[in-house]
């Protein structure tokens, strides 16, 4: 049995987690790989993960089955830009309010905005501090388009100037405010725990409490790291990690080349110091069955398939390869139940492989 060298290593990662990039700090030990939100995760606005042409896909094109799915920034139907007819008509957002706001001693307005001309986004309210001026007024929400300060227009105001705007508005404010459906679902708060799908298959992870929301424990056991697998990467800086179960994928960007390479090779040395353990253990309940109905097994690990799209394009797609005395087996995902195991894709003879 091969002896590994693992890796232990920490720094500070981008997320792609619900079309948006967060940054966390990374944790990977010897079988596990901890993600943790640092700061606010609500915060960034990043929502440009493609950046050119991979795996059969054009940039903005779906990446695959198991990728987190098409990006916007914000939803194309919608046009969110100062002065666009969004902020100005009925449509999907809802009618203008005027709120009369009375600020406190300290603490202003209680709340924080988002967006402005040089965004090509309205002046938005991303937060309010609970207790505060705006909360109080129980009149402002998440996702209300700031148009006027006290009768000055911010509808074409840049970040800044809707921010000196609304520090010298004085101690009466009057906010014309339009709620814009399709954004506010970008501030929403984000937790890992709650955000992040992943399939855990093991019972040596430790629970988390509601007190670790914004930390992720992942089991390296049989998982697929990869590269320009199935996101487009032209700038060399994506790492994939695939669930064992196919279902779920993990997309982490890394500060540069060197960076994202260091990274894959620490990640993949330890799954793949960790393929003999799971070897074992899938012998072991698998032979518990019955040995002659399934084969001891030799070998076990992920490979890419090319595979041919309808417009010519080349794709690749993970499969697990499983190798006996006398055959190589095949499964979409590793299959973890012994009705699994007499299931696979296709199998070929070795004897007639070559």
Same mark, same amino acid.
């Given at each position: 049995?091969?002896?590994?060298?693992?890796?232990?290593?920490?720094?500070?990662?981008?997320?792609?987690?619900?079309?948006?990039?967060?940054?966390?700090?990374?944790?990977?030990?010897?079988?596990?790989?901890?993600?943790?939100?640092?700061?606010?995760?609500?915060?960034?606005?990043?929502?440009?993960?493609?950046?050119?042409?991979?795996?059969?896909?054009?940039?903005?094109?779906?990446?695959?089955?198991?990728?987190?799915?098409?990006?916007?920034?914000?939803?194309?139907?919608?046009?969110?830009?100062?002065?666009?007819?969004?902020?100005?008509?009925?449509?999907?957002?809802?009618?203008?309010?005027?709120?009369?706001?009375?600020?406190?001693?300290?603490?202003?307005?209680?709340?924080?905005?988002?967006?402005?001309?040089?965004?090509?986004?309205?002046?938005?309210?991303?937060?309010?501090?609970?207790?505060?001026?705006?909360?109080?007024?129980?009149?402002?929400?998440?996702?209300?388009?700031?148009?006027?300060?006290?009768?000055?227009?911010?509808?074409?105001?840049?970040?800044?100037?809707?921010?000196?705007?609304?520090?010298?508005?004085?101690?009466?404010?009057?906010?014309?405010?339009?709620?814009?459906?399709?954004?506010?679902?970008?501030? !929403?708060? /984000?937790?890992?725990?709650?955000?992040? *799908? #992943?399939?855990?298959?093991?019972?040596? +992870? &430790? %629970?988390?409490?509601?007190?670790?929301?914004?930390?992720?424990?992942?089991?390296?056991?049989?998982?697929?790291?990869?590269?320009?697998?199935?996101?487009?990467?032209?700038?060399?800086?994506?790492?994939?990690?695939?669930?064992?179960?196919?279902?779920?994928?993990?997309?982490?960007?890394?500060?540069?080349?060197?960076?994202?390479?260091?990274?894959?090779?620490?990640?993949?040395?330890?799954?793949?110091?960790?393929?003999?353990?799971?070897?074992?253990?899938?012998?072991?309940?698998?032979?518990?069955?019955?040995?002659?109905?399934?084969?001891?097994?030799?070998?076990?690990?992920?490979?890419?398939?090319?595979?041919?799209?309808?417009?010519?394009?080349?794709?690749?797609?993970?499969?697990?390869?499983?190798?006996?005395? !006398?055959? /190589?087996?095949?499964?979409?995902?590793? *299959? #973890?139940?012994?009705?699994?195991?007499? +299931? &696979? %894709?296709?199998?070929?003879?070795?004897?007639?492989?070559?």
């Amino acid at each position: 049995m091969a002896v590994w060298t693992r890796a232990d290593k920490q720094g500070q990662l981008d997320l792609l987690l619900r079309d948006r990039w967060i940054r966390v700090s990374a944790e990977l030990t010897r079988d596990t790989l901890t993600l943790t939100a640092e700061a606010d995760v609500s915060e960034p606005w990043d929502y440009n993960p493609r950046n050119g042409l991979s795996n059969g896909h054009e940039p903005g094109g779906s990446p695959g089955a198991h990728s987190p799915g098409p990006q916007r920034s914000p939803p194309a139907h919608l046009d969110v830009s100062p002065g666009s007819s969004s902020l100005s008509s009925d449509g999907c957002s809802e009618a203008v309010r005027r709120v009369r706001v009375l600020k406190q001693e300290s603490g202003g307005l209680g709340i924080s905005i988002k967006g402005g001309r040089e965004n090509r986004m309205p002046i938005l309210i991303s937060k309010i501090f609970p207790g505060l001026a705006a909360d109080q007024s129980r009149a402002l929400r998440v996702g209300d388009a700031i148009l006027s300060v006290n009768g000055n227009d911010l509808r074409e105001a840049t970040h800044d100037l809707a921010v000196q705007a609304l520090k010298k508005a004085g101690k009466e404010v009057t906010l014309e405010v339009k709620y814009i459906r399709e954004v506010s679902p970008l501030f !929403k708060k /984000l937790s890992l725990v709650a955000d992040l *799908p #992943w399939a855990i298959i093991t019972d040596d +992870l &430790p %629970l988390q409490s509601s007190r670790d929301r914004d930390r992720k424990v992942i089991s390296l056991n049989m998982c697929f790291v990869s590269r320009n697998l199935t996101m487009p990467d032209l700038e060399n800086r994506l790492l994939e990690l695939h669930s064992p179960d196919g279902q779920h994928m993990l997309v982490l960007r890394c500060k540069d080349s060197s960076s994202a390479n260091a990274w894959f090779t620490a990640i993949h040395t330890n799954t793949a110091a960790l393929l003999p353990l799971a070897l074992s253990h899938i012998n072991s309940y698998l032979e518990a069955t019955s040995p002659t109905a399934h084969p001891h097994l030799k070998h076990i690990g992920w490979l890419s398939e090319q595979v041919q799209l309808g417009s010519g394009r080349q794709q690749f797609r993970p499969l697990v390869m499983a190798m006996t005395e !006398k055959d /190589l087996l095949v499964f979409q995902s590793v *299959p #973890w139940t012994r009705e699994a195991w007499a +299931l &696979p %894709l296709f199998t070929h003879p070795l004897l007639a492989t070559r």
